[in-house]
């Protein structure tokens, strides 16, 4: 079963940067654009495993950081041409805390 | 409010082309309304020669399919035809009585084959070569027929001939002239074209006029008549004569025509409210027959119809590129040569190439290829830039490839095969691309830019190296329509029109200090921009304001961000600075241990004379480097847009050859420059003498040790394409060597465009133009050389920063729920 957990306070997230999350399903990356939206995804690019925590964020994108698939962050998938699908997860700020819907 | 109402006149290429930048820059500001003769949607109309090659089909050519224009809710009236534009009321008027009233007019209508006014010009099987019709009709008549006879052999009209032949017709095509392609080529290349053509089966009647066209018993016709008397059987007659624009409809309209109707530099008639494009329009007294200068047209008219009010065209220089598989001829500029100017030839008939080149003052103003046309886009680019071609002029006819320091990171070696690279071949290394992908993508997808099929295919989108091998593609597949970019012109990538020169500009002009500060000055089109413009924007900002604008770690590629290269396995490798490649037992010891302790997986020296730690934790960094600090060591900047690394070679101080102390010389260079940002990453290299153990020659700065002082060469490569560094002075003192290294770096670091090399910026701007700055002008070179110490100044080691200070420590902390 997923509950809500904490994760970290949102500024300790950079404006359009991320962190990584360790959980039991493996690393996850949270994302914090420049609306103070947060994003959650499996931190593995489904190119070639890249850490999409370490790309670049722009909009509710990041660019991977190893060949640059752009990965939309509220769905988890590749924008055109390619295609494939990082896991999402769910992602909430709660009174300036990041809470993260995991297992 | 009521939106204003754009009604379009014609839906081909131009057109649509226009359509489609005015929805990007104000997609909601008009009701638009589009009225086309043909029944179909908007298509690739230059590749209706492959379809009646048979090579495609005419699903593959559409551009804008039906859901395109509902989804931008374009109405949309196909196979009606304007008949009257009423410009009292402001409405245009079809040929079935539909009417549809505007606030702006936009002519788009094109032009219409010319037909020879010859008896029997009106007889069915007789027709002109411009759209689907005609090329069924085409289709359908080597169904059921022998005999073509196709009139003119301009390009349209050996692409017709060579597509009849093709479907199985016996094709002669009667020409005018004493050569093919009179308006595009000289006799020489002509006769191989023709050669060539003939081999595969078309015959010619050249010097030839049609007196008339006969009927047959079924009515339609069955043979052409030449004034000599000779009678050629005929049971299709294409006309490809030449084009007439359409520009009845506004001249009705008394809107002021001449061959076409005539518009001024915002693609304006003398209605303002009417605008024309394209084939039908005439600019500065010429009316285009190609698809490259529309495209140009689109952009400016686009861009006032949204009311943006800045563009202007200023005319295009075209090139064609006939489009028969198997056979390449190229041609731009004045190809003739004529007064003043100078040709140089190659000549091989018995190879099959042919190579003529037109200079004028030192400048290549003409260009006829056959045979081997890859150099095309590159002699074109020359032509288009007026680049003066003095000091390449002995290697210019061998090509691109031949002329040893060359425009743009162009790529491999196989660069000048592209045409004749096979379909599986390989050309994007990173992303697994290959060349019939891409062709496939182009013919498919319908597209015409890199940038376009960057994002279909990904190729060239990673590392970049094999941009050059694609832009060959591109002009291989498109031809004539195919516009070679300049890269000082591109736009700096989707999220912006600005090319790169404007954005530092206004950096520069209007003192922004921020990314963030840029795009809003500039108006950037999207909200924080990309993983493209934003860290060309955060250099240019940084080196152009050093001490005072915000370095945004964010905008930051992730190597430099974490001051460590990243691995395919999301590990990290660290690469201690090792100042001219000279260490101690000490440093060594440091390594050692780090190793040690964080075990670290492979431990290798570098080609860069230092020592590379593979495979990292990111969460260990931080840890290593405050080992490695304590040691005395900092970063090397192994993964930055940077200073990299000084080589040295033994020199003086020990080899007997030695004439000057390069250790020495490099250790003084490489700390000097510790934590320069360039636009791209900098490599030098001190050799103490000619033998140049240290590979001076292909090294941006290559500083070589001779007996009286120091010889300096600047602009080598040795990446993905070896450039030999070119001599720029020889000095006599070290610190002669600092202030011109330095000031050469410094001219390249406020003037390279992000992600150019030495090597490409030179290239660029030209070795004359450095010179100039570095060598005549004392007084810039010193300038150039304290505003680098300048923008040096204090700069802190970032492993050291990231030990010291939490809150950048904290970055590499892993959390975990
Ligand atoms: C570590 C090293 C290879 C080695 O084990 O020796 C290396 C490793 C990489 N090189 Fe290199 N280059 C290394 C010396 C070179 C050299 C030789 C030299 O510096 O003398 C060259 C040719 C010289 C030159 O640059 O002119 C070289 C030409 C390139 C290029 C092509 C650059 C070009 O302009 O054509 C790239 C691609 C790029 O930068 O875009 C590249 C890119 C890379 C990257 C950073 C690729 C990347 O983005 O991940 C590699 C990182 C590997 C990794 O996983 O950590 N590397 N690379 C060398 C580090 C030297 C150092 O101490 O800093
Ligand atoms: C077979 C062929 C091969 C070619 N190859 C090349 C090449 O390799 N490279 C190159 O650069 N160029 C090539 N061209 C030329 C290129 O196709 C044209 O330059 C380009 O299509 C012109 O665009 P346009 O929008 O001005 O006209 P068009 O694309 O012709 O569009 C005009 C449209 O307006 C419609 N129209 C006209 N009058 C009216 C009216 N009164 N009411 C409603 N609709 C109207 C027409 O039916 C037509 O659909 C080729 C052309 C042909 C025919
Ligand atoms: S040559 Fe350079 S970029 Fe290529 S694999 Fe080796 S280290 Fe990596
Ligand atoms: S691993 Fe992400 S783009 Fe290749």
New interface residues.
């Given amino acids: 079963m997923s509950t809500w ?4 306070a949102l500024v ?1 997230i ?4 991320s ?5 039991a399903e493996g ?1 996850i990356a ?1 994302f914090r ?2 609306e103070d939206e947060v994003f959650a995804v499996h931190d593995k690019c489904p190119h ?4 999409l925590s ?6 509710k994108s990041v ?1 991977c ?4 698939w ?1 990965i939309g962050l509220d769905t988890g998938e590749a924008q055109a ?2 295609v494939g699908c990082a896991k999402r997860y769910d992602c909430k700020v709660e009174s300036g805390v990041v809470m ?1 819907k ?1 297992a | 409010m009521e939106k204003l109402r754009l009604v379009m006149i014609g839906n081909g290429m131009a057109g649509c082309r226009t359509l489609e930048e005015l929805l990007k820059h104000a997609p909601d500001l008009y009701d638009i309304t589009v009225f086309g003769a043909e029944p179909h949607p908007n298509y690739n109309r230059i590749m209706l020669s492959p379809v009646l090659a048979g090579e495609m089909g005419v699903r593959d050519i559409i551009l804008n399919p039906l859901e395109w224009y509902a989804e931008h809710n374009i109405s949309l009236h196909l196979g009606k035809k304007i008949e009257k534009i009423d410009r009292i009321n402001r409405r245009v008027i079809a040929s079935d009585g539909t009417a549809a009233k505007y606030d702006r007019l936009l002519l788009a209508t094109g032009s219409s084959p010319f037909i020879l006014p010859v008896p029997g010009n009106d007889l069915p099987g007789v027709i002109g070569y411009r759209d689907i019709a005609d090329t069924d009709m085409m289709i359908e008549a080597a169904r059921l027929h022998k005999h073509a006879v196709v009139i003119g052999a301009g390009l349209l009209g050996l692409e017709a001939a060579n597509g009849l032949l093709l479907r199985g017709m016996d094709v002669t095509v009667v020409h005018i002239a004493g050569w093919i392609m009179e308006r595009q080529l000289d006799q020489a290349s002509a006769d191989m074209l023709m050669a060539s053509l003939e081999q595969k089966g078309i015959r010619f009647k050249l010097n030839a006029q049609t007196a008339e066209l006969v009927q047959g018993e079924s009515g339609r016709v069955c043979a052409l008549r030449l004034k000599d008397g000779e009678t050629l059987p005929a049971d299709i007659v294409v006309m490809a004569a030449g084009i007439r624009p359409n520009a009845e409809l506004a001249r009705d309209a008394g809107i002021h025509t001449n061959r076409g109707v005539v518009v001024n530099d915002t693609m304006q008639t003398y209605d303002p409210r009417v605008y024309a494009i394209g084939e039908c329009a005439e600019h500065r007294g010429v009316a285009y027959g190609l698809v490259a200068p529309l495209f140009e047209q689109a952009k400016v008219c686009a861009n006032h119809l949204a009311m943006n009010g800045i563009g202007r065209y200023s005319g295009s220089v075209t090139s064609t590129k006939l489009k028969v598989t198997g056979i390449d001829v190229f041609s731009a500029g004045e190809f003739m040569g004529g007064d003043g100017t100078e040709e140089i030839v190659l000549h091989d008939p018995s190879g099959g190439v042919y190579k003529k080149l037109v200079l004028k003052e030192n400048k290549l103003v003409g260009a006829v290829m056959y045979g081997d046309t890859a150099d095309g886009g590159w002699y074109f680019q020359l032509l288009k830039d007026r680049q003066n071609v003095a000091e390449m002029r002995d290697s210019l006819m061998f090509g691109e490839m031949a002329h040893a320091s060359r425009i743009g990171d162009a790529g491999h070696q196989g660069n000048n095969k592209a045409a004749l690279m096979a379909d599986s071949a390989e050309v994007c290394g990173c992303n697994g691309v290959c060349k019939g992908t891409i062709v496939k993508a182009i013919k498919e997808q319908g597209l015409f830019t890199l940038d376009e099929v960057k994002k279909h295919t990904k190729a060239a989108s990673s590392c970049g190296s094999c941009t050059g091998l694609v832009e060959q593609i591109l002009a291989s597949t498109l031809g004539g329509a195919y516009q070679h970019a300049n890269p000082s012109d591109k736009a700096v990538c989707g999220c912006t029109d600005h090319p790169h020169g404007e954005v530092r500009k206004a950096i520069r002009e209007q003192h922004l200090l921020s990314v963030s500060a840029v795009m809003e000055a500039m108006n950037w089109k999207t909200p924080n921009g990309c993983a493209t413009c934003r860290p060309a924007i955060n250099y240019y900002l940084i080196s152009t304001w050093p001490h005072e604008a915000v370095d945004d770690p964010q905008s930051r590629y992730i190597n430099e961000r974490h001051h460590a290269n990243i691995q395919k396995d999301g590990t990290y490798s660290v690469v201690p600075r090792m100042l001219g490649g000279i260490t101690t037992p000490d440093e060594l010891r440091a390594i050692a241990d780090v190793a040690d302790k964080y075990q670290v997986p492979t431990v290798k020296v570098t080609g860069g004379q230092r020592i590379d730690l593979l495979g990292v934790k990111k969460e260990d960094l931080p840890k290593m480097w405050e080992d490695l600090s304590r040691a005395g060591m900092v970063s090397g900047h192994a993964y930055g847009k940077s200073i990299r690394t000084v080589k040295t070679c033994v020199g003086a101080e020990h080899c007997r050859f030695g004439t000057q102390k390069s250790m020495s010389m490099g250790v003084k260079l490489e700390t000097m420059l510790f934590g320069m940002y360039a636009p791209h990453k900098v490599k030098l290299a001190v050799s103490g003498c000619p033998r140049n153990c240290a590979e001076a020659g292909i090294k941006d700065v290559g500083v070589i040790g001779v007996d009286s002082g120091y010889e300096i060469y600047v602009a080598g490569n040795g990446g993905i394409k070896t450039e030999v560094a070119e001599f720029l002075v020889k000095v006599s003192t070290d610190e002669e060597v600092m202030e011109y290294s330095a000031a050469f770096l410094q001219l390249y670091r406020e003037e390279g465009l992000y992600l150019e090399r030495t090597c490409h910026y030179v290239a660029r701007v030209g070795l004359d133009y450095v010179k100039k700055i570095i060598l005549d002008d004392a007084e810039r070179r010193k300038e150039l050389y304290e505003r680098m110490l300048y923008s040096l100044q204090g700069f802190e080691d970032p492993w050291l920063q990231a030990v010291k200070d939490p809150e950048i420590r904290k970055r590499y902390e892993i959390l975990s729920v």
């Fill in positions: 957990k904490t994760v970290c300790d950079p404006v359009l940067g962190r990584v999350v360790r959980s690393d949270v654009n420049a070639k495993g890249g850490p370490q790309g670049i964020v722009h909009g660019t950081p190893l060949h640059s752009k041409p390619d993260l995991v």
